[in-house]
């Protein structure tokens, strides 16, 4: 970025502004959507982090935009989960479905029942952080860098999770299909 | 490299995360062990069917023209603030010399805004309003049919309501609005992206004409049949200029009400 884009104020003007960070649009309703699970919360907590983003946009200095305004969408959803949290009660743990099963047994389990549906479940029962960096590394494309910039922790702390998540991902899968053979 | 630091790396492995001189040394502990390359395999398994199989939700068309519209209002509003901040008693020399020139910005702007009658900035502003927080329409409809209908109880008159679908400017909907002090019947028409606004509420002795532009808002005001009418929209001028057009022909024969 440069000074020819700034205003008299310093400020870079609106459709800089647009330039840079509305191609995002997509990227940032596609974690919104996946962190609060539902249109409505995702659309207001992705306006408002444009607006908060336009109002801190003289402390860009350029390089990483998506970073620097996926970080601040992060940071809106999470204020957002926990308004939303406050009004609903837990779930109560499933035994049942974390209960283990055999090596070779769940890996038959994850082929044939690894469709769109269980994964998209299993997704959704994941822990926050954990749905997080998949959503962020694996559908996003962000680099474990760029992640660890968004996240606000150490790039050895974004390889540990993002291990664990698919870790527990596939036991999701493997735990959905072991509960239906059951029933 | 033993085992268990191999097992550690094997993600970062499959996702191009390792340096050099590491992915060599994992390679050679992959070539010898017995359980890491079918670990490495299961991962790229669940890795490609997330990517495959997991839906990425885009988002809607309306929710970019809901934050353009915000960042303009946000725009508007916050120029004045960033004028007095410069004024304030740390300013230095150049600061002075910004100001300065948002001053004559400011008040070239003032003096435009005020050419502008209270009428179609009110316009401007139930537009603004309109495309945030989803409030675009009460009754969603693109029936010119199901659409006059509902007003009828709401309001002390009814407006005709054109579809001018076949021209490329579908009718989405209608709402219950304020403006002059009074509830007015809105229209919202869609023009690809963008939406118009169009507000009806009968004329008394009063009679509106003139087209005007606010923060890249156009506005096009006229009174025909006994009807005022305030057409608000993002879409440039000639664009809706043309809708403007359409509307006026067809509803240039009827009566009010009719």
């Not at chain 1, 800089?16 to 907590?45: G, K, S």
């Not at chain 1, 474990?144 to 991902?169: D, N, Q």
């Not at chain 2, 007095?84 to 702007?109: E, F, K, M, Q």
């Amino acid at each position: 970025m440069t000074e020819q884009h700034r205003d008299a104020g310093g400020n870079l003007t609106q459709p800089d502004f647009e330039q840079i960070f509305l191609p995002h649009l997509d990227a940032a309703y596609n974690l919104a959507r996946w962190l609060l699970r539902n249109d409505q919360d995702a659309e207001d907590a992705v306006q408002e982090a444009y607006m908060r983003a336009y109002k801190a946009f003289a402390r860009f200095r350029g390089g990483d935009g998506k970073a620097w305004f996926m970080t601040i969408l992060r940071n809106v959803c999470y204020t957002t989960i926990k308004k939303l949290r406050s009004r609903e009660t837990p779930e109560p743990f499933d035994e049942e479905i974390h209960q283990p099963v055999g090596e070779s047994e769940a890996q038959e389990a994850f082929r044939q029942k690894a469709n769109a549906e269980t994964l998209h479940d299993a997704l959704e029962r994941l822990p926050d952080e954990f749905r997080e960096v998949i959503v962020l590394h694996d559908l996003e494309g962000l680099a474990y860098k760029e992640i660890a910039a968004v996240a606000g922790i150490p790039i050895g702390t974004v390889m540990s999770r993002l291990a664990r998540a698919r870790g527990r991902l596939r036991g999701e899968i493997i735990a959905a299909k072991a509960k239906e053979s059951r029933s | 490299m033993n085992h268990d630091e191999a097992a550690l790396l094997l993600g970062p492995y499959r996702d191009g995360e390792l340096d050099p001189a590491t992915r060599l040394k994992l390679e050679e502990h992959l070539a010898g062990c017995p359980s890491c390359p079918q670990k490495l395999a299961e991962t790229r398994e669940l890795v490609g069917l997330i990517q495959s199989e997991t839906p990425r939700f885009a988002a809607s068309p309306f929710l970019k023209t809901r934050i353009q519209a915000a960042l303009r209002e946000e725009k508007s509003s916050s120029a004045t603030v960033a004028w007095w901040r410069r004024l304030s008693p740390g300013a230095t020399y150049s600061g002075w010399a910004a100001a300065a020139v948002a001053l004559v910005i400011l008040a070239v702007g003032f003096f435009s805004t005020r050419g502008i009658p209270e009428l179609a900035r009110e316009g401007v502003a139930n537009h603004v309003r309109s495309l945030q927080g989803g409030h675009l329409v009460d009754v969603a409809s693109t029936d010119q049919h199901t659409v006059k209908p509902w007003f009828a109880g709401k309001l002390d008159y009814s407006p005709q309501v054109v579809d001018l679908a076949s021209s490329g400017y579908p009718l989405i909907g209608a709402r219950l609005d304020v403006l002059n002090h009074r509830n007015v019947a809105a229209l919202i028409y869609q023009r690809q992206k963008h939406y118009i606004n169009l507000f009806i509420w009968p004329a008394k002795a009063d009679s509106l004409h003139g087209s005007y532009n606010q923060n890249g808002y156009h506005v096009q005001c006229w009174t025909k049949s006994g009807m005022n009418y305030i057409a608000v929209s993002e879409l440039g001028e000639k664009e809706l200029g043309k809708f403007v057009g359409m509307i006026q022909d067809q509803t240039a024969d009827s009566r009010p009400g009719g």
